[in-house]
Structures are given as C-alpha cells and as structure tokens.
C-alpha cells in the first residue's frame, strides 16, 4: 500500500494505483475529458491536472496517468491547479467553441472570455475515437495525421477504410461531438448561461 496525503488527508491507495484512480476511491472530484476505464490513458488533454508535492518541490501532473508515490502530498484544487484548468479550457474552447461540454467547463471554472482567436476545429486531438476504433472495436480505422495546428483525426487517404464498420463507436465516445451549445453568439464571449444549470456527465455509464 501507498500512503499518501490527497487535500490534506492522509490516505491510503493500492500500489500501481493512478491518482485519478485514489481520488475516485475517496470521492474526491477531478475533472476528466480524454480518460474513459477500460482505454488505455494518452494524457492529452491536462484538464486532470493535479499539483505533486514532495518535499519543497511541486510539480502539475496529469492524475489519469501519474501513479500515487508514497509521502507525497496531492493537491486537487489548489490556485495552482484551478489557474491551470482554467487555461487549458480556454485553449480547448478556441478549437471547439460550440463544445456544451467545454461550456459547461468553462462555467464551473469562471471562464469568461477565449483570449485566443477561435478556430471551429471540432477536436480537442484528445485521441479517444482513435483508441476506441483499436482498443475495443479492434478497428484500426482511423488515426492522427499531420502535424501542429494541421494535426487531425483522418482515415487513410480521407477514404472510409474496409476496417471500418461504421459502428459509430468513435462518435459515441467523442467529448465535444455532441450536440452544440447555442452559445457563444460572438467570437471570442462565452455565455456562461450553463452556470445555473446541473453540469452534464460526459459518460454516464462508462
Ligand atoms: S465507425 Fe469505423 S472508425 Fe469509428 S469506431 Fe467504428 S470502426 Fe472505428
Ligand atoms: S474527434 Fe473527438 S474523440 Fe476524436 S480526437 Fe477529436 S475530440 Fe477526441
Ligand atoms: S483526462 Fe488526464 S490528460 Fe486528459
């Protein structure tokens, strides 16, 4: 076993154990966008973001990867820790600014304005249709092509494979491929109109 402290407790977790998967044992609420159990975690998105603490040194970490070490403190919500989600869902919404779900993130967090220039991508490039198609459906359909801001999820020549089965396994688990808030109406504002609303559950039963 590995003990640890997680937001001032001490706790314990069994070896192997992600800090994710402590957190989630104890109750304690860290948001996640590209992690789904039962997928192997690819840590692209950072809104799991956590502060590591051992000794007088920090670091953020990604929780859904970054395994529970022995005498270490965790901080899930430290200014530190929020200031870095905060940045990230602004990032994310510049890509997806439609996003419900990044809205509602946007909104728990007191995100107010993008300060990036917004650009309807659609994606977050979170991975997760891609390890759906290979991991579950054992598709192997699609993957990531290019580079940088051309990077995107495509089939090979942008023609649907034989090994897809359009199975829609890959729509199904996609974190900003519902349907699209209505807000923002200009570029750039958010509406925060999610603020009163109950936050939806990206997987409900996953
Ligand atoms: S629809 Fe095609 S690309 Fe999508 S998960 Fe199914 S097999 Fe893969
Ligand atoms: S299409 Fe959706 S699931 Fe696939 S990488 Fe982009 S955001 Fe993630
Ligand atoms: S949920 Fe951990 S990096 Fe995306």
Redesign the pocket.
Do not use: S, V
């Given at each position: 076993m590995v003990t640890f402290v997680l937001d001032g407790q001490t706790v314990t977790a069994e070896e192997g154990w992600t800090i994710l998967d402590a957190a989630k044992y104890y109750g304690v609420d860290i948001p996640t966008l590209c992690y789904v159990e039962g997928l192997s975690p690819y840590s692209a998105c950072r809104i799991c973001v956590v502060e590591l603490i051992r000794g007088k040194k920090s670091r953020l970490v990604a929780s859904c990867s970054c395994p529970v070490e022995e005498g270490v403190e965790i901080r899930t919500k430290s200014p530190r820790v929020i200031n870095a989600r905060k940045m990230l869902i602004e990032l994310m919404l510049a890509s997806t600014p439609n996003s419900r779900l990044l809205q509602c993130l946007a909104s728990e967090y007191g995100v107010t304005k993008i300060r990036f220039r917004p650009e309807d991508r659609r994606c977050i490039l979170c991975g997760l249709?891609i390890r759906?198609?290979d991991e579950q459906?054992q598709?192997g359909?699609?993957g990531f092509s290019g580079r940088g801001v051309g990077r995107e999820v495509s089939?090979p020549f942008h023609k649907?494979p034989e090994?897809?089965?359009?199975?829609?396994?890959?729509?199904y688990i996609c974190p900003v491929c519902e349907l699209p808030c209505k807000g923002p109406l200009k570029p750039g504002e958010l509406c925060n109109a999610c603020l009163d609303t109950v936050q939806i559950d990206p997987f409900p039963s996953k």
């Open positions: 249709c759906m198609c459906m598709g359909a699609i089939m649907t090994a897809c089965r359009e199975c829609g396994a890959c729509l």
